[in-house]
Nanobody, 124 residues
Framework: QVQLVESGGGLVQAGGSLRLSCAAS????????MGWFRQAPGKERELVAA????????YYADSVQGRFTLSRDNAKNTVYLQMNSLKPEDTAVYYC?????????????????WGQGTQVTVSS
């Protein structure tokens, strides 16, 4: 069993930055592929960024490409999402998730463990 706990959300003005953190329990964190998802009010949950299974590459949604960066520190069992140049449309609850098998990185069903989410609100 893996527990994921997100932190770092909050209220920020458009153009600002936030860094989300996701701390994972367990000693096998380095074997998981991690992803960040978000869900805005009235919208479907969508993938924002995720490691490939090999860890060599990172997928980013078109809407965040060039502004968001996913990184991880295996020694700390933590994955981060650095969010720059934030826009009001980035307002959502952000979730981290762990994928324990190879599979389609964009398929939410491939992610076995989920955090509880952290709210990000960007004001205009």
């Amino acid at each position: 069993q893996v527990q994921l706990v997100e932190s770092g959300g909050g209220l920020v003005q458009a153009g600002g930055s936030l860094r989300l953190s996701c701390a994972a329990s367990g000693r096998t964190f380095r074997s998981y592929a991690m992803g960040w998802f978000r869900q805005a009010p009235g919208k479907e949950r969508e993938l924002v960024a995720a490691n490939s299974w090999s860890g060599i590459s990172t997928y980013y949604a078109d809407s965040v490409q060039g502004r968001f960066t996913l990184s991880r520190d295996n020694a700390k069992n933590t994955v981060y999402l650095q969010m720059n140049s934030l826009k009001p449309e980035d307002t959502a609850v952000y979730y981290c998730a762990a994928r324990i098998n190879p599979g389609k990185v964009t398929d939410q069903n491939e992610y076995r463990y989920w955090g509880q989410g952290t709210q990000v609100t960007v004001s205009s």
